[in-house]
Nanobody, 114 residues
């Protein structure tokens, strides 16, 4: 059974930092492209940043220079380091693992106060 479990969300002041983690099990993690998405109420889920099995990354323009994705294949875990957080970053963040099928975590709330 595939599981993705996020942690690290919370409340932070604008300009602060958070580090999200997503621990996975039940899949060959190193073979998967993995990424972080976010979804605000009433809006479509959007890509924040992803990283391929080879290590190449894609990111949304809105997080360029502020967020960094990484993966630890030995720990079957992905991370999202979020710096210089803004109130508009407030929403639920989801981790994803994708190969021929998408697996999702349950989501973690990030709230940035102004």
């Amino acid at each position: 059974q595939v599981q993705l479990v996020e942690s690290g969300g919370g409340l932070v002041q604008a300009g602060g930092s958070l580090r999200l983690s997503c621990a996975t099990s039940g899949l060959t993690f190193r073979s998967y492209a993995v990424g972080w998405y976010r979804q605000a109420p009433g809006k479509q889920r959007e890509l924040v940043e992803d990283i391929s099995s080879a290590g190449s990354t894609n990111y949304a323009d809105s997080v360029k220079g502020r967020f960094t994705i990484s993966r630890d294949n030995a720990k079957n875990t992905m991370y999202l380091q979020m710096n210089s957080l803004k109130p508009e970053d407030t929403t639920v963040y989801y981790c994803n693992a994708s190969i021929t099928y998408d697996f999702w975590g349950q989501g973690t709330q990030v709230t940035v106060s102004s």
